[in-house]
């Protein structure tokens, strides 16, 4: 079985910074894409940011642009959301996904996905 742990959330003040790894532990499989994904309460999970393992191709929301970076360490085999000017809209649940397939899908839907992590909880007081 494969799982995505995510680590790194917090309470931080508008304006700070907070960085987000997701690892997966279990059984390994290929991966193609990997994302991240944030959800409040009564909304649906919504795209932040996706990368290609291989390529290294990043994908964005329009919403986080020019403030939040995907990257992925293959040694480590692990991705990162370093988050920056964050301001208190982006507080949510931010879920780690992972992608075991090739697909001409864009990377924002989350049926382009097969594995997700349980979720870390960031919040961005004003």
């Known amino acids: 079985q494969v799982q995505l742990v995510e680590s790194g959330g917090g309470l931080v003040q508008a304006g700070d910074s907070l960085r987000l790894s997701c690892a997966p532990s279990?059984?390994?499989?290929?991966?193609?894409?990997m994302g991240w994904f944030r959800q409040t309460p009564g909304k649906e999970r919504q795209f932040v940011a996706a990368i290609h393992w291989s390529s290294g191709s990043t994908y964005y929301a329009d919403s986080v642009k020019g403030r939040f970076t995907i990257s992925r360490d293959n040694a480590k085999d692990t991705v990162y959301l370093q988050m920056n000017s964050l301001k208190p809209e982006d507080t949510a649940v931010y879920y780690c996904a992972a992608s075991s397939r090739p697909s001409s899908v864009a990377a924002y839907p989350t049926a382009r996905y097969d594995y997700w992590g349980q979720g870390t909880q960031v919040t961005v007081s004003s």
């Open positions: 279990g059984r390994t499989f290929g991966r193609y894409l």
